[in-house]
């Protein structure tokens, strides 16, 4: 993954996609190209002052390959102190934006048949890999399941209208809506484990026939989604996810809430960053980005829920564990990388490099 790096950004345009979703869009400097060169299906975390507070947060890239601008699709949540920002913000305002970064990759080439499933704002990586295929992979098809509640909440339904227009053998769409009634039946609903087992069974869907299979959305439809396409058959290695929320859409957040303890003695964390190391201390409970922040020491993170894996850096000395993990795989654990956001010291004196690959 490459080095996260904030650089300020100017939105070129923010566009209303739904009521309650826009679409912000960057200019990208000459200058700073090479580093916002993406993969299909990354994201951008965007940062800003908020009444006071340094608030970011992440967003998945719906421009295609080859853009010129590099557009994110914001949904306002209920509560959410960013997405709510965002609806007010307007072309012109500079926001602090990361390099992307993200493991939910969709590498543009060759010739395939994918299947994309996207529930609500589940769909802005979506748009990215379809277009970015449909595009530049002339023999590929694309297939696309994609759960909204209804009509009105549907995110970037005049790009797939487009699309569906422009690519008439290649691009297959589904809409499946569980807050309006369709005319066809299997169309209502959740797109739950159930429903992509009838959709193969009625020749919808052939998922031992795809090359690659994305699935976006909250994490109960990802995991009902994983467990009936493995029950067809598919082979897990190509399913790929990007988890948004936990189960039952809690932020993680307050399931990792910071239990310190004010009496134990703190103990030193390092961090090396760009070859430069800065230490601060950590109270056993305390979270990692809190306590360096407070110290003036800054290292790449974006969530702050073990999701996102920003904060991959590699353990050089002591000894540590995580509270949780969503994103670093078995073998990356065993090589001694942790997500800095979730690290509890079990040692005093922990070296954390961000450099390491
Ligand atoms: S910041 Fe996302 S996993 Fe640590």
Not at 157 to 175: E, I, P, V, W
Not at 341 to 355: E, G
Request: glycine share 8%; net charge negative.
């Amino acid at each position: 993954m490459a080095a996260a790096r904030f650089n300020e950004l100017t939105l070129n345009s923010v566009v209303a996609e739904t009521a309650d979703a826009v679409i912000l869009s960057f200019d990208i400097p000459a200058e700073l190209r090479d580093e916002y060169a993406f993969t299909p299906g990354q994201y951008l975390t965007l940062r800003d002052t908020i009444d006071g507070q340094d608030v970011r947060r992440s967003y998945s890239i719906c421009s295609p390959l080859g853009s010129d601008t590099l557009s994110v699709g914001v949904k306002r949540i209920d509560g959410g102190v960013f997405s709510s920002h965002a609806m007010a913000l307007n072309a012109g305002k500079s926001l602090q934006v990361m390099t992307p970064q993200g493991r939910f990759l969709a590498p543009i080439g060759g010739e395939h048949d994918y299947l994309l499933l996207a529930a609500g704002s589940g769909i802005t990586p979506m748009v990215s890999i379809a277009r970015s295929v449909l595009e530049n992979e002339p023999n590929s098809t694309v297939t696309l399941c994609y759960a909204n509640r209804s009509t009105e909440s549907v995110m970037f339904r005049t790009a797939f209208d487009d699309l569906k227009d422009q690519y008439l053998t290649r691009f297959m769409l589904t809409h499946v809506m569980d807050q309006e009634i369709q005319d066809i039946e299997l169309f209502n609903g959740r797109l739950d484990g159930e429903k992509l087992d009838t959709m193969a069974t009625r020749g919808l869907i052939t998922p031992k026939a795809y090359d690659a299979i994305y699935i976006c959305g909250p994490q109960p439809m990802i995991e009902g989604a994983s467990v009936a396409l493995e029950s067809m058959g598919v082979d897990k290695d190509k399913i790929k996810f990007e988890l948004f929320t936990p189960n039952g859409g809690t932020p993680i957040a307050s399931a990792n809430a910071s239990q310190v303890d004010p009496n134990a003695d703190a103990l030193k964390i390092s961090v090396t960053v760009d070859g430069s190391t800065r230490s601060f201390p950590l109270r056993p409970g305390e979270k990692t980005v809190e306590a360096a922040a407070k110290a003036g020491v800054e290292f790449p993170y974006s969530c702050d829920n073990g999701m996102c894996a920003t904060c991959r850096c590699k353990v050089v000395r002591g000894d540590v564990e995580m509270v949780q993990n969503f994103s670093l795989e078995p073998w990356e654990m065993e090589a001694g990388f942790v997500l800095a956001c979730q690290v509890q010291p079990k040692s005093d004196d922990v070296l954390l490099d961000f450099d390491a690959l």
